[in-house]
């Protein structure tokens, strides 16, 4: 019996350790394996690092060769952005394409930037002739003849009678109402070239003595047009006398009070001699009688209404305010016609200009060329201690009110007078106005305000290749009526949310399937 144990004990005791060698066997074969696929696992991680950092290599290869080639090509510029601000605007265009005079551009230690923008106006019109200039110590002749110096930088503009130096202040300004630096380098380039090409410069007269604003309210208006070549001048006629021979538009803002019978005799007779003049007026608010002033209005068979336009429909009209109304803007009048685009103005308190009856427009010699109207949900004003943005019963309505017009008044066979009026003033000044609590804008930046009365001048003075859209090189500022401020909020809040609930349904959903 005792016999029998010990070999129960003696086999149990060898399966024990048959079974010990085979878990250990086991253990090293995990163990291998472990190790191995370990290996295998650094192994997969450093050829993936090995790859990816070989790509990256080669993307940033290709990148600087694709540069390197780019630079070394003088391909042109390709601009994909929305208002093309890397290309030249469609009046740069016209202005070159009808160009007959040979203009040389010189680049003076300027960088690649200035010196491709100037390719372009050669690309355009290889009447412009550009050179670059990167060593000025050896160019005595140019520091002679304009005054530089080695280290000098500028663009230099010359015609063969005439030439203009642009210094580094001449590319940029600032906006101090935004804090940002404007780049204004195509816009010099342009009316340098349209300043050093033109012989004569139509002669703007701003009459001044009885008026609203200040000359210092229009000083962004009558900058543009010394920078695209008008001589603009202000007139007392009280001193002068007469408009001088060589005024190509009078030029009469809105008044605070009466011309004088001295005064209105001299416009009289400019009109009869066929003058051109542009009106920017206010409605007359105070009710004060202008008798002398209104005999002139009186040629062309107008008047300007003392009551204010106010607009209901809330897609036309700014930060819903009745009293700023975004006005219809004919696309195919003389002033905007040759745009080829529809434009927009914001008119700010803005009056109607009034007309005689037709027969009375006939005997004056008169024919109407409408520019601008309100919609046909505006209404007309005159109690102005009402400040509701509704219509009231004391209100009357006005829809479809002409608020800019061209007016041709024949004297004779052989003589025009030409009047544009608008029936509102502060839409070309540079009043600030608020659109944020950080921001605010100048009445001549909103919408196509400058163009619209920028291309009225240049229809009085026979210029219709000046007639276009400016490029807007300053700071984009959207402005937005209240109708599309509500849509733009619903897309930016309300759509996100829809999707975010319609997610957390369809995961409900199928949780509970499972």
Request: net charge negative; hydrophobic share 35%; aromatic share 8%.
């Amino acid at each position: 019996m005792e016999k029998k144990n010990n070999e129960e004990k003696k086999i149990k005791k060898e399966q024990a350790q048959k079974n010990k060698e085979k878990n250990s066997s086991k253990t090293k074969e995990l163990v291998v394996k472990k190790e191995k696929a370990n290996k295998i696992g650094i192994g997969k991680i450093l050829r993936k690092t090995s790859l990816t950092i070989l790509l990256i290599l080669i993307i940033i290869a290709v990148c600087v060769g694709i540069n390197i080639f780019a630079g070394a090509s003088n391909w042109q510029t390709f601009d994909f952005t929305e208002d093309k601000i890397h290309s030249l605007s469609d009046m740069s265009k016209q202005m070159l394409e009808s160009l007959d005079k040979d203009v040389k551009i010189t680049i003076i230690n300027m960088s690649e930037i200035e010196e491709n923008l100037a390719n372009q106006y050669n690309s355009i019109n290889n009447r412009i002739t550009v050179e670059v200039v990167d060593d000025m110590s050896a160019r005595t002749d140019l520091q002679d003849e304009y005054g530089l110096t080695a280290n000098s930088s500028a663009i230099i503009v010359e015609s063969d009678y005439n030439y203009k130096l642009l210094g580094s202040n001449n590319l940029y300004t600032y906006d101090y109402t935004t804090y940002q630096q404007i780049d204004t380098r195509e816009e010099a380039i342009t009316n340098a070239i349209i300043d050093v090409t033109t012989e004569e410069r139509p002669v703007v007269y701003n009459l001044v003595g009885h008026n609203k604003y200040s000359t210092d309210y229009f000083y962004l208006f009558l900058n543009d047009l010394y920078n695209e070549a008008y001589d603009v001048n202000d007139l007392d006629l009280l001193t002068a006398g007469e408009v001088p021979e060589d005024c190509s538009v009078l030029m009469i803002t809105s008044l605070a009070e009466d011309i004088t019978t001295a005064e209105r005799d001299s416009i009289l007779k400019y009109i009869d001699k066929g003058g051109k003049i542009i009106l920017f007026t206010d409605p007359n608010s105070t009710g004060k009688e202008m008798p002398n002033f209104q005999k002139v209005l009186d040629e062309y068979g107008i008047s300007i209404s003392k009551g204010v336009m106010l607009e209901q429909d809330e897609d036309r009209v700014m930060y819903g305010t009745s009293s700023a109304i975004l006005v219809t803007v004919s696309p195919y009048s003389s002033v905007t016609g040759p745009t080829g685009m529809n434009i927009e103005a914001c008119f700010m308190t803005t009056g109607r200009i009034d007309f005689e009856d037709s027969d009375k427009l006939e005997e004056l010699g008169i024919e109407v060329e409408t520019l601008a109207t309100t919609s046909d949900e505006s209404f007309y004003r005159t109690d102005y201690s009402n400040t509701s943005n509704e219509k009231t019963d004391d209100d009357e309505d006005a829809p479809n009110a002409t608020v800019g017009a061209l007016i041709k008044k024949t004297i004779d066979d052989d003589t025009t007078s030409e009047l544009i009026v608008y029936s509102n003033n502060i839409f070309i000044t540079n009043l600030q106005i608020a659109i944020s609590e950080q921001q605010a804008m100048y009445a001549l930046d909103f919408y196509n305000n400058e163009d619209l009365a920028m291309n009225s001048i240049a229809y009085l003075t026979d210029r219709e290749n000046m007639i276009t859209i400016r490029k807007d090189t300053e700071i984009t500022t959207y402005t937005v009526t209240e109708q599309q401020n509500t849509i733009i909020l619903a897309v930016i809040f309300t759509i996100p949310a829809v999707i975010v609930v319609i997610g957390i349904i369809v995961w409900q959903v199928r949780r509970r399937k499972k």
